[in-house]
């Protein structure tokens, strides 16, 4: 796995890989972190990988976050641990 860049964000570690014939555009937020790969026959650049991380798709992977946060939280709960 090939790591091509660390895009800065105030709320969100951003890293994107190359790998396998895909782009890896990892988010890490705390203890969380999201995944999402794309084909590199998809799209035609890094930049197009870039260019997927727009403010809407950035604002929902953050809220999803606070809601990875709340179901471990409920599991932990439901088990009292």
């Known amino acids: 796995m090939r ?3 660390v895009v800065p ?3 969100v570690k951003i890293t994107l890989f190359a790998w ?13 972190e999201q995944t999402y790969k794309v084909s590199e026959m998809d799209i035609t650049s890094e930049d197009d990988v870039h260019a997927l991380l727009d403010q809407e798709f ?3 992977a953050i809220a999803r976050f606070a ?5 471990l939280q409920s599991a932990f709960d439901r088990h009292d641990l």
């Open 67 to 71: 809601g990875m946060r709340t179901d």
């Open 20 to 32: 396998n014939g895909k782009y890896l555009i990892k988010l890490e937020k705390g203890m969380f």
């Open 58 to 60: 950035l604002q929902a």
């Open 3 to 5: 790591q091509l860049a």
């Open 9 to 11: 964000h105030p709320e």
